[in-house]
T-cell receptor
């Protein structure tokens, strides 16, 4: 069955540094979504990518969908303490009847 | 505030017991999803309902069941509880069944089984 894997599981970042988290699927995805869960909170939708090679930006966050639609990445520049949380990617394979499969998440800790 | 409500916020119970978690979706949303999140774990999809009908099933144990009522609220029933069932249970809702729909998550119910 479809599997969505995220790496790294944990990311310690110094404030001001950049980092990237990756999402890989065992099957071709029709679309991928990214969510952020703050400590003690619930997942909140960030963005969706649908097209092969698509790149979208939200301020300091850059999201990319791979050409083969089997992987995605989230790059954060100049990390701030407000970026703390767990970032989940969620992908739907082309034959999953619309069911999103969430990755295990990347937990980001920011050191001032 | 996502517009999705879940009750109760916290639930403490003993092994072997049965509990019911409740979720009210955002106004106008027809799909409801249930997820389990254990400590330091990702979101495990349990089950999805759309307009009262079961739509998709994930890694839901036989001891767990759910339903969606005509007013679209949903309940997740957990029975014969075990220590390992302690987790945060999230409900999410979306407009339809499309994977391109945004899922709006509720605040969750934290279940502790002692």
């Amino acid at each position: 069955g479809q599997q969505v894997m995220q790496i790294p599981q944990y990311q310690h970042v110094q404030e001001g540094e950049d980092f990237t988290t990756y999402c890989n699927s065992s099957t071709t995805l029709s679309n991928i979504q990214w969510y952020k869960q703050r400590p003690g909170g619930h997942p909140v939708f960030l963005i969706q990518l649908v097209k092969s090679g698509e790149v979208k930006k939200q301020k300091r966050l850059t999201f990319q969908f791979g050409e083969a639609k089997k992987n995605s990445s989230l790059h954060i520049t100049a990390t701030q303490t407000t970026d703390v949380g767990t970032y989940f990617c969620a992908g739907a394979s082309t034959d999953s009847w619309g069911k999103l499969q969430f990755g295990a998440g990347t937990q980001v800790v920011v050191t001032p | 505030d996502s517009g999705v409500t879940q009750t109760p916020k916290h639930l403490i119970t003993a092994t072997g017991q049965r509990v019911t978690l409740r979720c009210s979706p955002r106004s106008g949303d027809l799909s409801v999803y249930w997820y389990q999140q254990s400590l330091d774990q990702g979101l495990q999809f349990l089950i999805q309902y759309y307009n009262g009908e079961e739509r998709a099933k994930g890694n839901i144990l036989e001891r767990f069941s759910a339903q969606q009522f005509p007013d679209l609220h949903s309940e997740l029933n957990l029975s014969s509880l075990e220590l390992g069932d302690s987790a945060l249970y999230f409900c999410a809702s979306s407009t339809s069944v499309s994977s391109t729909d945004t899922q709006y998550f509720g605040p969750g119910t934290r279940l502790t089984v002692l």
